[in-house]
């Protein structure tokens, strides 16, 4: 019994299409890695793939990035865990951030604290939600849009607010939150609430995709917005629109230390089917790859990191 590097993304799923593919949303920020590992080609792998495996079984999975340090666990045992350090540091393997359950990253810090002598710190409690069929609430007159290149300006504003909000210890150029909003209207994953006048009150984006579920993100309205549904609608309306696409449900992260936003997700048909903890290991230094949240959940290219659904 030990842990396994698997040769690439292809491997990887392989050895661990059973358990992917029994329960996607589960595993979004799987196949979002293995999607974009793919679409790198020929280039250097983005990720290390790694996986346990037992009697001929693989039972755990692993997913790290090099480029930001993130280490992604599925469900393991406390001993799963603690190889899997010791696997990591064979090879010599930094990791700034682990993230999942709670029985699989804690272990997995401890391990890193008592090798280290530092110490880790939980920073984030979220849980996942699914929904397969939302309860739509009164749209009062409003609609859902995609975002078009005409709506790249206000976008472009409610992101900006949402990075302010969210990440007020990191900020981030507005010409990085600029690209991002062109990506997004580019591929036409980004959506507005529009009230009965035209006005947008209320954003999200489809941000990470398997066969057949869609993962929502970057839920924002704005304060002067607030407290009148639009959050409601505009993620119930986009749920359905991707459900109506062909998508078997949708799924989101959600802090649930905020009543807020996962009552609002509660009250339109979501319910958790997990919970994820992220625990940064010895730094609070933001300079270093690791260290921007911003850069973590939200700057890259990459949409495997965008995990906190927004304000509402």
């Known amino acids: 019994m030990s842990w396994h590097v698997c040769d690439d993304a292809d491997d990887f ?8 593919d ?6 979004c920020l799987a196949f979002a890695a293995i999607e974009h590992a793919k679409s790198c080609g020929n280039d250097a792998e983005p990720f290390l793939f790694c996986v346990f495996r037992a009697l001929g079984t693989c039972t755990a999975h692993a997913i790290y990035s090099h480029q930001n340090r993130i280490l992604v666990l599925s469900a393991m045992t406390d001993e799963q865990a603690r190889l899997l350090w010791a696997l990591l540091h064979q090879q010599g393997i930094e990791v700034h951030i682990a993230e999942g359950p709670r029985g699989a990253a804690l272990p ?9 002598g530092r110490p880790h710190q939980l ?16 749209a009062a007159g409003g609609s859902l849009a995609v975002a078009t290149d005409n709506d790249e300006a206000e976008l472009s504003q409610f992101l900006n607010a949402f990075v302010a909000e969210c990440f007020s210890t990191d900020p981030t150029p507005a010409a990085q ?28 984006a489809v941000v990470r995709e398997s066969p057949n579920t869609a993962s929502i993100s970057l839920v924002y309205t704005p ?28 799924n989101l992260y959600a802090d649930l230390s905020n009543p807020t936003s996962t009552g609002v997700y509660l009250r339109i048909g979501y319910t958790i089917i997990g919970e994820s903890v992220r625990v940064r290991l010895g730094t609070n230094d933001s300079s270093h790859p690791g ?18 659904a927004g304000n509402t």
């Open 13 to 20: 799923y392989t050895r661990r299409q059973p358990v992917l």
């Open 223 to 250: 304060r002067a917005h607030r407290g009148r549904g639009y959050a409601a609608n505009v993620v119930a309306s986009l749920s359905h629109d991707q459900l109506r696409r062909g998508k078997g449900a949708c």
């Open 177 to 204: 939150v600029s690209g991002r909003v062109r990506r997004l209207i580019a591929k036409q994953k980004a959506y507005l609430w529009k009230n009965p006048a035209g006005e947008a009150v209320s954003m999200a």
């Open 22 to 27: 029994e329960h996607e949303s589960l595993h």
């Open 291 to 308: 260290g921007s949240l911003w850069h973590e959940k939200h700057k890259q290219e990459l949409h495997w990191f965008d995990r906190t």
């Open 108 to 116: 997995f810090a401890a391990r890193w604290s008592e090798a280290s």
């Open 123 to 138: 920073e984030m409690n979220q849980g996942l939600y699914e929904v397969k069929k939302p309860v739509m609430p009164d």
